[in-house]
């Protein structure tokens, strides 16, 4: 869950036509139907069944929560992901207040990153770095990142520029190039900049070195948080709620009931979603579906350069190793950053630092070790006793546990986790949402994959807020627009106008960029 605000200016009210002006009206007959049982989906549900509206949520597996659920395994209980609760939008901050109460515990944050052997204390601390990086590398950094400042910037196509240019080619090299290659699985001059200035906010090179000496006073810096709120059984107890929720005001959720086909009068509306085995006839329809999904579903089939936008679009697949290991505490981190190379892990987790509820009893640790990787190559295709066996081993290697200590394991795979930002996809995002516009006025889409954005769950539940407003308020919220790049991490004000900006330069959550 997200610790990053969502900051995103209100569209004009001529942006995009309201969903309630191409719909009919909800009846039980003909319900909102939701496609997608994650946290924008339940979150869309949640808010029509709270208003005594028919809605019909259709999840795609046996489980709700997306790749923000919580799996169970003998009373251990993994975050898959890793989901802190933190935004600074009051709308979603009192929306996660409302459905877990007392459950929702404030839990520390302690974080750090692994780099040439050490570890190095995150948020930064003043005389840590100086004793890891050593003064004169600390130097060189500080001359590099002085250059990036006073000369011309020049093209800001691709990730590595974009960082280069704020932060230094030092910086770059030593904490943003491997670990980034290594979430991304394609060079970093591969990567789009739209996808750092996603990633960039309220920190930069100064700001983070005058909190590492002076403390972030007041949270002030995002990134720099140090707790967070967390349901006390994991993410997956709030989905829970909410689905309780739902069907105790007369809503409904269909489990393992894959969409397979959305059908569109000659006036552009959906008239029919066939999802597991039955038809529904739906008054408006909230998809957070992924946008290839969507195209290759529809029925009459989309133009030939809609299709070919679809099939262009490109996903990073996430797996988790889940271990757990004999031993009352590994380290106190939520998290350990992995930026070393000779092992194919990007972040370890250490459950029981969420909450120590994930853990049934004393005696344990339970760990998720993170990769991320192409579905079909060889990582996504081994065998789960051989990640087991790997996982273990480097945990080892980087001496955080013993091989030898490791109880059991298994291995959750997660499909589509992560939308990337390459050269053509923003091109293909625009042609794909005309189509839609124009083709299936009655539908909206929502959350991370639904607009092939890099989404934190409060930034996904902020768009189904929105479409649900639409169709009951008709209002005309351009839902493309939350999150949107140049404006998505600025400082929100006090006043907690959640559409207010800063117009600081946005700068890098970090030497990372990648929570969820």
Request: aromatic share 10%; net charge negative; glycine share 8%.
């Amino acid at each position: 869950m997200p610790e990053t605000p969502a900051t995103t200016p209100e569209p004009s009210a001529q942006s995009v036509p309201a969903a309630a002006a191409f719909g009919s009206e909800i009846t039980p007959e003909k319900p909102v139907v939701v496609l997608g049982g994650g946290p924008a989906g339940l979150t869309a549900g949640y808010l029509l069944a709270r208003k005594g509206k028919a809605v019909v949520v259709l999840e795609s597996t046996d489980q709700l929560g997306g790749i923000a659920r919580t799996t169970v395994r003998d009373g251990y209980r993994f975050d898959l992901g890793g989901h802190r609760f933190f935004t600074k939008v009051k709308e979603v901050d009192d929306l996660w207040h409302e459905i877990m109460k007392e459950e929702f515990l404030k839990r520390p944050r302690q974080s750090r990153i692994y780099w040439n052997d050490k570890f190095l204390e995150y948020p930064l601390e003043g005389m840590d770095v100086i004793r890891k990086l050593g003064p004169l590398e600390l130097v060189r950094c500080g001359l590099s990142y002085m250059w990036a400042a006073v000369k011309p910037k020049g093209r800001e196509d691709t990730f590595e520029e974009w960082v280069s240019n704020r932060f230094g080619k030092r910086l770059f090299n030593h904490f943003f190039k491997t670990y980034t290659e290594k979430l991304w699985g394609v060079p970093t001059d591969e990567i789009r900049a739209e996808w750092a200035a996603q990633r960039i906010k309220g920190l930069s090179f100064f700001s983070a070195a005058r909190a590492a000496f002076f403390g972030n006073k007041g949270n002030k810096i995002k990134s720099l948080i140090s707790e967070f709120n967390y349901p006390r059984f994991g993410p997956g107890q709030m989905w829970e709620e909410m689905a309780r929720d739902i069907q105790a005001n007369g809503g409904e959720i269909r489990l393992s009931a894959p969409v397979t086909k959305l059908v569109t009068s000659p006036e552009g509306i959906v008239t029919e979603v066939h999802a597991g085995g039955q038809v529904l006839t739906p008054s408006h329809v909230i998809s957070s579906l992924p946008l290839r999904t969507t195209v290759g579903i529809a029925e009459p089939e989309a133009p030939a350069e809609v299709r070919d936008a679809a099939r262009g679009l490109r996903y990073r697949e996430f797996l988790t190793v889940l271990l757990v290991i004999k031993g009352d505490d590994l380290f106190p981190d939520n998290w350990i950053y992995i930026h070393q190379p000779g092992v194919r892990v990007l972040r370890i987790q250490n459950f029981k630092s969420w909450s120590p509820w994930m853990v049934p009893n004393e005696e344990d640790a339970s760990v998720g070790m993170e990769y991320f990787c192409f579905e079909g190559d060889d990582l996504w295709n081994m065998d789960d006793d051989a990640l087991v066996k790997m996982a273990s081993a480097e945990i080892e290697k980087l001496k955080l546990a013993r091989a030898a200590n490791v109880k059991f394991g298994f291995v959750e795979r997660v499909y589509k986790a992560y939308p990337i930002y390459d050269e053509k996809y923003a091109e293909r995002v625009a042609t794909i949402r005309s189509w839609l516009e124009r083709d299936l006025k009655n539908l909206a889409q929502v959350g991370r994959n639904g607009l092939h954005r890099y989404n934190n769950s409060d930034h996904s539940m902020l768009t189904a807020m929105r479409a649900v407003d639409n169709i009951l308020l008709g209002t005309h919220h351009d839902i493309w627009s939350v999150n949107v790049e140049s404006v998505y991490h600025e400082e929100v004000h006090d006043s907690e106008n959640p559409y207010a900006r800063d117009p600081q330069t946005p700068a890098m959550e970090g030497p990372l960029a990648s929570e969820q």
